[in-house]
């Protein structure tokens, strides 16, 4: 079935520090690939996007590839700040599996100051 | 107002108890789901609706049930609550195409003691 699989946390980096997270996926069809956000005390939010191989997705800095060679959906940001520190979801939503997304365990990231 | 507002946003009952997690929303949205998130786990459905006449169970919906009382209205009931159900419950909608991604209520944390 359909699985996604996230590096596990959490990831501790300085302020200003290059962010990647990893994000691998399996699925029966032609999935779209999500990463979201969860700040402490909230509900999870959408922070990006892609729906098909080659898109790459981007929001507040954020970036990730839908690379369909390598069922990867990666989470870069070139510089993160205090306030990035959250737990970060990936998920895939697959026509050929159905109506459900599945997401990842998530990864939660502090940035020191 | 949120556009997902779910209610209670936290509660605390006794084992035996049952308890109602209610969810409204405000986004127009046909479909609505419940997921619990336990720490590692990342999200698991309980239930999802895609109208009001269908209601189908997720991958762990035992101990579970839900009602749609409207298009805007989506309950879930523990009807005897146990320890392990203890968790945060988000509440969430989309439209179809699901590649949009969802919209997430801000979560009920039940402890059950």
């Known amino acids: 079935g359909d699985s996604v699989t996230q590096m596990e946390g959490p990831v501790t980096l300085s302020e200003e520090a290059f962010l990647t997270i990893n994000c691998t996926y399996t699925a029966t069809g032609y999935p779209s690939l999500f990463w979201y956000v969860q700040y402490p005390g909230e509900g999870l939010q959408l922070l990006l996007k892609?729906?098909?191989?080659?898109d790459k997705g981007s929001n507040k800095g954020f970036e990730a590839t839908y690379r369909k060679e390598t069922t990867s959906f990666h989470l870069e940001k070139g510089s993160v700040q205090v306030s990035d520190s959250a737990v970060y979801f990936c998920?895939?939503?697959?026509?050929?599996?159905?109506?459900?997304?599945?997401f990842g365990a998530g990864t939660r990231l502090f940035v020191k100051a | 107002d949120a556009d997902v507002t779910q209610t209670p946003r936290n509660r605390i009952t006794k084992t035996g108890k049952r308890i109602m997690l209610e969810c409204s929303q405000t986004k127009g949205h046909d479909r609505m789901y419940w997921y619990r998130q336990d720490p590692g786990l990342g999200l698991r459905l309980i239930y999802y609706?895609?109208?009001?006449?269908?209601?189908n169970k997720g991958e762990i919906s035992d101990g579970y049930s839900v009602s749609r009382q409207a298009q805007a209205k989506f309950s879930l009931s523990l009807e005897s609550a146990i320890p392990n159900q203890t968790a945060l419950y988000f509440c969430?909608?989309?439209?179809?195409?699901?590649?949009?991604?969802?919209?997430f209520g801000s979560g009920t944390r039940l402890t059950v003691v």
């Open positions: 998920a895939l939503s697959d026509p050929g599996g159905g109506f459900k997304t599945i």
């Open positions: 892609a729906t098909k191989a080659d």
């Open positions: 969430a909608t989309s439209d179809p195409p699901t590649d949009y991604g969802y919209t």
């Open positions: 609706s895609f109208d009001v006449k269908d209601i």
